[in-house]
């Protein structure tokens, strides 16, 4: 179940709020003791995160399928999404040594299934509070917070503690899998969009002959890609090796329209096959991301997922 953009709701009495984690979702399904942990799309991710590894032993037997958000942790204890980069992609022998440097943490926030019992028809206060006798305690998962009633304390709350905003989610709503749903809000404290990358521009100086922009857009209600910008700062040199492994080339533009020529003179088209995600100041009156900033490969979402935030 995915959140819609928003603000508080005005009257706050039939809702609950938690903090807005800044990570990738996974859900956790527990079953004979043995943990699957799997992405947006399906694909198991269990691999890449062995620090969860003993989360079935922390449920005392029981079967249960669990939401959650996978996110690493900066020193004063923020996520910080750009180090869980580092993580995500990584399938490989280095995973364990990478685990031990620097765990990931695994925050729970809901409960979908229990010994069978599918509860994803209960409202989300029972699935709460059946979750917080659950209390899944100890190793790199933590069970997070919620308030009833309390949304404009717990949005300063967020603001204060340096994080992403919160979520509002009515207290009788149900999960729908899959589905956006105004049933559940999430208002943010600082601006962030997901985007379709379609192509790039080559740097100067030091990233000359490699990216030096990315080419960025928006699916449209028809689902033709609408070019919203170009990203050229936020990257680390990881970021750019990978996104150069990670865009596969193509001859003719993906965007929808006629691009100015100052784009195109120079553009290496790609297939509009990887979503990413970019911090940015403001919407234009012509529909561009002023000043976006790269925060990241989001490899949890489809592009068919990008929609227009704000």
Known sequence: ML????????????????????GVRALAGVRDGRLTLASRKGTDITVRYPEVSRLPAALSGRDAVIDGEVVMMDAAGRPDFGALQNRMHRTGPEVPRMAAAAPVTYLVFDLLALDGADLRTRPYAERRALLDELAPAGGRWVL?????G???QVQAASEEN???GVVAKRLDSPYREGARSPDWRKVKNFFTQSVVVGGWRPGQGRRSGTIGS?????????GRLVYVGHVGTGFTDQALRD????LVRRTSSPFDGVLPREVTRDAHWVEPDLVGEVAYAVWTADDRLRHPSWRGVRDDLEPDD???ES
């Open 214 to 222: 990315l080419l960025v857009g928006v699916p449209d209600d028809e």
């Open 243 to 246: 996104l150069q492994r990670l």
């Open 150 to 152: 309390s949304g404009a």
């Open 144 to 148: 997070t917070p919620w308030w009833p």
């Open 162 to 164: 340096g994080l992403e």
């Open 306 to 308: 990008v929609v227009r």
């Open 3 to 22: 959140a819609v953009a928003g603000s508080l709701p005005a009257e706050d009495g039939g809702w609950g709020y938690e903090f807005k984690w800044d």
